[in-house]
């Protein structure tokens, strides 16, 4: 059995789930992650662009996130969440 290891920059391991999409609901249940928080982005010549959730996504921001797969899903949170899968040993086989 997979699993998704959920964890924060500064709190380190805060959760687990079995998928990406229920490892996202997490994080906005247990509001870790709102519309308020920000994400930044490059713009190049060493510049990056700092926006909430809701301002670089609109206001469907749940929907949307909720399709990354877990390498876009770190690549866009990097900085603030991190998502690894690892597997669970099951007692089978």
């Known amino acids: 059995m997979t699993v998704i290891i959920i964890k924060e920059e500064c ?3 805060i959760g687990v789930a079995d998928s990406v999409v229920h490892a996202i609901d997490f994080l906005i249940n247990k509001n870790w ?17 700092e926006n909430s959730v809701e301002e670089r996504f609109g206001t469907n921001w749940e929907q949307i996130i909720k399709q ?3 390498e876009d899903f770190n ?4 900085g ?3 998502f ?3 597997m669970v040993y099951t007692g089978e086989g």
């Open 68 to 70: 990354f797969c877990l």
């Open 84 to 86: 690894s899968e690892e």
């Open 11 to 13: 709190h380190g391991f």
């Open 75 to 78: 690549n866009i949170f990097d």
């Open 80 to 82: 603030c969440f991190y």
């Open 33 to 49: 992650l709102t519309k308020y928080t920000d994400v930044f982005r490059y713009a190049g010549n060493g510049k990056w662009i």
